[in-house]
């Protein structure tokens, strides 16, 4: 369960590819949320390639040229994915190609048009000498639980000093800053879209800006030093793979045809006929690439590539409503996730280098859940891996989590146990408040005064959401009790976010009871959350380690995988 609340949430746009019908140029709409207003202006251009690139301004944040990193034109349905604000767009393109109407989702759905403007819109500011402060400089925020470094690119232009903002651990580049002021060594930047700023002193020697960064009503120290290599700003992933593959690789789609929404996914597939074993990646909690990409790590990319080379074919999909698939993240649950896990088995099953006898589910954090929910039910499914996967309700996993990272951050065991205190008060309200509406109101009550007015809502929204409510009530147990294939279910020795003490007993007890002849439970030595070689188990290690998963743990799932005895189709 990624729950991970740092100040510092950054924002990204996916660039993806586009085709057929005209769409090039400028595209204007407002954005009506209540009695706010917002102007957008979408700006598409084509690459060499033929395929489409886009960038976003928000004209009233005074946020410009924010790029759009996934853009994709089919039957003349256009969507596009906002990760830095966890938005997208979904939209139909009219005959005469002069408007789009279409939703924008950000935690809610509301109805957005774009019209074609008539005259070009620009936004581009022309360099010009640089400045004494021109260039990138790097800063690390420490928020506890994790650190997090921010990068600021300035550049003198014409008009005046600009910038953009990257947060590279959360692979998030070019976020526009609104406004840039300097007085003498004093300098300010605004980042609106992000509700974010910056103020700092300049030293004498030009080489650091001391500071402070506030975001969301929460302030950090930072400290900003100049950077004379860019390659210092790239972190070491030495598991990631580089092409040319010893395997086939293909982009595909599949449908959950229920839910009306398509899959976008990646599939690789050991070299010649098989047929071969199979597996469905399925995520963590939170809006997924197929990478499950995390603090600058893509775990299911490396698991990938190491299940593919030995022998197994992997399809791996961004999750609902994320980057290039559809649907509408905002209003899905487990039980949602668990179909799109079935409709990934069923695409399996018609690939002809697949064994259909041999298709399992690899799930990580709530996706373990998932694969529970989804096998309990689907005699297709022929094993399930469990990673991190939890055994008890949400509650008291959040409970638990909360003691063991406040721990890991600095404080005291009395202190992380009144944190929990005020956590669990805060969970039973959702847990015995049906209604919708009183819910919002006893939360805004509750949390008046102890969450900054800027989180207010977005907390709210958080804790009445549908994923929410189902998964601090959900008992995980229940569908455990049902699963009869093979499993085996794995836990990080120092992972702070799905505790293995807490869980482990807990799978083991319920895959007795369903009567499974076939599981193995096992708490791995030295690994965190996500599987990495880890000093104490803390999110803010996430980052910092060059592993991102450990060979012991991949091998161990792939050689379960490998020595299943066959069953008969």
């Known amino acids: 369960m990624k729950r991970v609340f740092v100040c510092a949430v950054l924002i990204i746009f996916w660039v993806g590819i586009a085709h057929a019908q005209n769409i090039v140029g400028d595209w204007q709409g407002t954005l009506k949320a209540g009695p706010a207003e917002l102007r957008l202006v979408l700006h598409i251009a084509k690459n060499a390639d033929g395929s489409f690139k886009a960038t976003l301004d928000s004209v009233d944040q005074g946020a410009n040229g924010i790029p759009v990193t996934s853009i994709s034109l089919k039957d ?19 005959a ?11 935690g809610q759905p509301l109805p957005l048009i774009f019209k074609r403007s008539v005259a070009p819109i620009k936004t581009e500011h022309k360099p010009v000498k640089p400045s004494d402060i021109d260039g990138a400089w790097l800063g690390t925020l420490d928020a506890g639980a994790a650190k997090l470094r921010v990068v600021f690119h300035l550049t003198n232009t014409e008009d005046g000093l600009m910038a953009t903002l990257d947060s590279p651990d959360q692979g998030a580049k070019g976020i526009p800053v609104t406004t840039v002021t300097r007085e003498g060594a004093s300098l300010k930047l605004e980042v609106k879209s992000i509700n974010g700023h910056f103020e700092g002193k300049i030293s004498s020697d030009l080489s650091t800006i001391e500071g402070t960064w506030t975001q969301m009503g929460n302030s950090l120290p930072l400290a900003l030093k100049r950077v004379k290599d ?39 597939a050991p070299l010649g006929k098989g047929p071969f074993p199979a597996v469905v990646l399925i995520t963590g909690s939170g809006p997924h690439d197929r990478d499950e990409s995390i603090m600058g790590h893509k775990p299911f990319l490396v698991l990938a590539d190491y299940l593919t080379r030995k022998g197994v074919v992997v399809l791996r999909a961004d999750k609902r409503g994320f980057a290039k698939s559809t649907g509408n993240f905002a209003t899905a649950t487990m039980v949602d996730f668990a179909a799109d896990a079935d409709a990934g088995v069923a695409y399996l099953r018609a690939r002809p280098e697949v064994d259909p006898r041999r298709i399992g589910l690899i799930g990580h954090s709530e996706g ?35 003691i063991l990272i406040s721990e890991a951050a600095g404080k005291s065991h009395e202190e992380a146990e009144k944190d929990a205190a005020e956590e669990r008060a805060v969970l039973a309200l959702v847990e015995h408040e049906k209604d919708d509406a009183a819910l919002e109101k006893q939360l805004r009550e509750k949390l008046a005064g102890e969450v900054p007015e800027a989180q207010l809502e977005a907390q709210i929204k958080s804790l009445t959401s549908p994923w929410f409510r189902q998964f601090i009530t959900y008992d995980p147990a229940t569908a455990l009790r049902k699963v009869t294939c093979p499993v085996l279910a794995i836990n990080g020795e120092k992972d702070l976010q799905v505790p293995p003490k807490q869980n ?5 007890k319920a895959l007795e009871e369903a009567g499974n002849k076939n599981f193995e439970v096992d708490e791995l030595p030295g690994l ?16 910092d380690i060059e592993e991102t998963m450990s060979p012991g743990a991949m091998e161990k799932i792939a050689s379960w995988i490998l020595n299943l005895p066959h069953t008969s189709a």
């Open 76 to 94: 003349s349905k256009l969507n596009f994915t906002v990760d830095s604000v966890h938005g997208a767009y979904d939209g139909k393109v009219t």
């Open 96 to 106: 005469d190609g002069t408007e789009i109407s279409g939703t924008w989702t950000q």
């Open 230 to 268: 860019t390659s210092e700003l790239e972190r070491r992933r030495p598991q990631n793979p580089a092409k040319p593959y010893p395997y086939r690789e293909q982009e595909v789609s599949f449908d959950n045809k229920a839910a009306g929404i398509t899959l976008a996914a990646t599939l690789t």
């Open 368 to 402: 373990g859940i998932v694969a529970a929910m989804a096998a309990a039910q689907n005699s297709d499914v022929a094993f399930i891996v469990m990673m991190a996967g939890s055994g008890v309700p949400g509650d008291e996993i959040i409970a638990e989590q909360l």
């Open 504 to 508: 482990l007993l807990v799978i083991r």
């Open 528 to 543: 965190n959350h996500l599987f990495q070689t880890a000093k104490t188990g803390a999110i803010s290690e996430y980052a």
